[in-house]
């Protein structure tokens, strides 16, 4: 299961050489994300209007990290997803939709300023079943598929009233 804003506490010695460079990323992202990129399948569909995301993402691949700060502005009403939380990372190229691979506590706040941030460390889960293999899409998931194909997954958040998405945006652009 994911460590839910905190960091693995399996090794508590935080002076060991594992902990050293913790917060050393391979790769960052500032994602904007917006309600015109949001897909059914390639299909554009409506997101939230008026509504914008600004999702950051610091990746270590050696601990198999991602922290993340989430900001949501404007989007309202309650998160939905079949997925343990309706805020992700999918994979799959710009103008496509595709699984979460990684699942991220829902930004909390008032509508004006929904915020979430803290750290996940692999292995990865994100409560749906790939139809094929029936494998949780997390399953066998590293973060160095996103620094190696950043183009190739877009991050978004869903609700009841946009539950394709309410905003989306696609990494390495």
Known sequence: MP???KWNQKNNDHHGLKH???FYFD???IVKADPGQVRNGTTPVPGQHGAKGL???GINVAENTICYNITLS???GDYQSPALTATHIHQAAKGASGPPRLAFPNPTGPDHRRVSYGCLTGPFKTGVKNATTGLDTGDGFHVKQIVENPKGFF???HTVL???GAVRGQLGY
């Open 155 to 157: 991050t978004d958040s």
């Open 55 to 57: 999702f950051k993402y």
């Open 162 to 164: 946009f539950p394709l």
């Open 27 to 29: 790769k960052t992202f």
């Open 74 to 76: 404007g989007v309202t």
């Open 3 to 5: 460590t839910w804003g």
């Open 20 to 22: 050293e460079k913790v």
